[in-house]
């Protein structure tokens, strides 16, 4: 237990100094941002920083800081390493900067900064890239709820028919205006998320020594013995770098009122879903007190999981709260992630989004493909599973993108030359974790470790030189602010 408040204790410790460092580096001034200069009542629109801040909070937080949490927690404490130094010097400086960048170009998607800073065959690349990931991001944060809902319903309403009325949901999520639905429903959710997540590791340390939680250790537990490179860095993302919060962050980027609240806005809202994903972690190691055991208890889905930990660390009552908490997460991502990809697309083809009708071109087709995408994983015993294996790639891989413009901006415009590094280094890490997972892994390549090792390391360190390259070639060239 001491690892895990260790764990908190270092998490807020980086907001502190490390998110300091980032904003720094960014520099951010004065300049009108889209809410102000732009302000077009449906998509970019200003909110007070705390509604900004619960808002990116809730869009970012899916199951991810959940289910791939629980997931993790299969390879042992180990995984709260991940968690904790993920998101702090990778995922919440990701987060931030896709905000940040996105803000100085009128609320652009990760998308068409890829082509702005890595040239336009990245940006169709991306476009492509991002909403078939959003696409299947909203697909598993439909069924995933669903799941849950269906558990404690009558049985008339099942799986398939909270799917449905969470589409409906989705529907009216990404047509309106985003402070009509999502701005007034989303403050008042984070608040639940985030007592619900307080309630479960609060029961879990003072029950009277019936949960034990463990001390971090290197030691790899996963039963089955997967390895923890690279399995462990693509199973647990939302917790600790994510490429969904980069199609996100823009969304919430059209909302801020200064530069100045990106810190609080998008660093701290990467820095507390961490916070949660290491709730759920701690839960899933301690509550079934062996990884074998949550190993077989999550073949029977992460709903069950999820299920059982909340009823029988808070009872009934108490774990009807905890698991309503957790059906707001995803949902709550699953909207936002039509919307996202709605936003791509009305950039791709240049539909005005002021424009109900433009909406709806867009928006019913993107809903449509996610509710075939859903009816096959719940007709399938595996389909969940297959869809969050290929989701949980993608989003590495797009987090590597992300990462990879991020510090192309930071070359070309940033005050601090060397500064890049901050974002240079996950981003070379992250390429190493998405290129062996995509050849070594079953639904890959299936390479054997030491060629899949070799091409993941290799891959990273040639960006590097490239990057290195760059790096002294600019050094004497004149900062062009952005």
């Known amino acids: 237990m001491i690892s895990l408040l260790i764990s908190f204790a270092v998490l807020i410790v980086g907001f502190i100094i490390y998110g ?12 009108q941002t889209p809410a102000i200069a732009i302000n077009d009542g449906v998509d970019c629109v200003p909110m007070k920083t705390w509604k900004a801040f619960l ?6 937080a899916g199951t991810g800081p959940i289910f791939g949490a629980l997931m993790g927690a299969v390879f042992g404490p180990v995984v709260f390493l991940w968690i904790v130094f993920g998101s702090i010097l990778g995922g919440a400086v990701h987060d931030y900067m896709s905000g940040m960048i996105s803000s100085r170009h009128k609320g652009a998607s990760i998308a068409e900064l890829s082509g702005t800073y890595l040239g336009k ?5 991306m476009r492509v890239f991002s909403v078939v990931l959003l696409v299947l991001c909203g697909t598993v944060f439909v069924t995933s709820p669903a799941g849950l809902l269906d558990k404690l319903t009558p049985d008339w309403m099942n799986g398939t028919f909270w799917a449905v009325i969470i589409l409906a949901y989705y529907l009216l999520a990404t047509l309106l205006p985003i402070d009509k639905l999502i701005g007034k429903l989303y403050p008042i959710f984070g608040v639940l998320l985030i007592v619900m997540a307080a309630a479960v590791i609060g ?43 980069a199609t996100q962050s823009p969304m919430i980027a059209k909302c801020i009122k200064s530069e100045r609240e990106g810190r609080i806005v998008f660093y701290g809202a990467m820095i507390s879903e961490s916070v949660i994903a290491l709730v759920w972690a701690a839960a899933g190691v301690s509550f079934y007190g062996a990884t074998q055991l949550l190993n ?14 909340s009823t029988g660390v808070l009872g009934v009552f108490g774990g009807f709260l905890a698991v309503a908490g957790v059906i707001v997460c995803p949902i709550t991502s699953g909207d936002t992630a039509f919307r996202s990809a709605r936003l791509i697309l009305a950039e791709t083809f240049r539909l005005d989004q002021k424009s109900m009708r433009n909406r709806l071109l867009i928006t019913i087709p993107l809903l449509v493909i996610g509710g075939l995408l859903t009816w096959f994983a719940i007709v399938n015993d595996n389909g969940f599973q297959i869809i969050w294996r290929y989701f949980s790639w993608s989003n590495q891989t797009l987090a590597m993108i992300a990462l990879w413009v991020s510090t192309a901006y930071l ?29 070594i892994a079953q ?37 062009n602010s952005a």
């Not at 974002?423 to 992250?430: G, I, K, V």
């Open 20 to 31: 300091k460092v980032t904003e720094k580096i960014f520099a951010p001034d004065d300049r």
């Open 55 to 60: 808002i990116q909070l809730l869009n970012i």
């Open 121 to 125: 065959v990245a940006k169709w690349i």
């Open 203 to 245: 029961g879990i340390i003072f029950s009277g020594g019936k949960y034990t939680i463990p001390e971090i250790s290197l030691q790899n537990l996963h039963p089955d013995g997967t390895p923890i490179w690279p399995y462990m860095f693509i199973t647990v993302a939302c917790g600790a770098v994510s490429g969904f919060h």
């Open 296 to 309: 077989e208890a999550l073949k029977g889905g992460a709903s069950n999981v999820v299920y059982e930990i």
């Open 411 to 439: 070359l070309k415009k940033g005050k601090y030359r060397f500064g890049s590094l901050i974002t240079a280094l996950p981003a070379a890490f992250m390429t190493s974790v998405s290129i062996t997972y995509i050849m």
């Open 443 to 479: 639904e890959g390549f299936r390479l054997n470790a030491t060629i899949s090792y070799t091409v993941g390391a290799s891959a990273a360190a040639v960006l590097l030189v490239v990057y290195f390259v760059i790096l002294i070639r600019n050094i004497k060239r004149p900062v």
